[in-house]
T-cell receptor
């Protein structure tokens, strides 16, 4: 069965510093990978997705992620964090079941310090 | 553009009562998903509809849960009878096709508390 691991429950980053959120997946075939962000009291918003091709994917709000097949990873990065980036971030993988059946990681809560 | 609209935003009720959660997908979207989010289990897919037809309900926890989509602009998730362990945030999401590359758009959720 496929699964997603986000090893960091909380991360605190200073405003202006760089950010990397870790995501590892377990899936036998080529995965479809996603990063979502959830602000308090709101639903999830898609940041970026990877299906094939270039392993470095650009998303919204200045985020990017790199797919590394050898490490089964899809880490999210941002070069300079803003206070408004404080939120919970979810990595997800979709099985190839004919529709986008997302399996989510447990999430990483990002705190941004002044 | 209006996003996915869920109602109510908050629901507090006593165990044993029937609970109905509502969702209006984005106009033109033909795929609809119901998710549940809890601290213990994270985000889980409950059921998926395509063109108003339930395609995958393997995530529905038990018979107390049911979901319907009578038309393309409305879906309900019903719990009867409700139990305290059903307390969670329930999200509805829609997408424009069944394609694996189409993003899912989430509503703001219904926070359900069963006393």
């Amino acid at each position: 069965a496929q699964s997603v691991t986000q090893p960091d429950i909380h991360i605190t980053v200073s405003e202006g510093a760089s950010l990397e959120l870790r995501c590892n997946y377990s899936y036998g075939a080529t995965p479809y990978l996603f990063w979502y962000v959830q602000s308090p009291g709101q639903g999830l918003q898609l940041l970026l997705k990877y299906f094939s091709g270039d392993t470095l994917v650009q998303g919204i709000k200045g985020f990017e992620a790199e797919f590394k097949r050898s490490q089964s990873s899809f880490n999210l990065r941002k070069p300079s964090v803003h206070w408004s980036d404080a939120a919970e971030y979810f990595c997800a993988v979709s099985m190839n079941t004919g529709f986008q059946k997302l399996v989510f990681g447990t999430g990483t809560r990002l705190l941004v310090s002044p | 553009d209006a996003g996915v609209i869920q109602s109510p935003r908050h629901e507090v009720t006593e165990m044993g009562q029937e609970v109905t959660l509502r969702c209006k997908p984005i106009s033109g979207h033909n795929s609809l998903f119901w998710y549940r989010q809890t601290m213990m289990r994270g985000l889980e897919l409950l059921i998926y509809f395509n063109n108003n037809v339930p395609i995958d309900d393997s995530g529905m926890p038990e018979d107390r849960f049911s979901a319907k989509m009578p038309n393309a602009s409305f879906s309900t998730l019903k719990i009867q009878p409700s139990e305290p362990r059903d307390s969670a945030v329930y999200f509805c999401a829609s997408s424009s096709s069944t394609g694996l590359n189409q993003p899912q758009h989430f509503g703001d959720g219904t926070r359900l508390s069963i006393l």
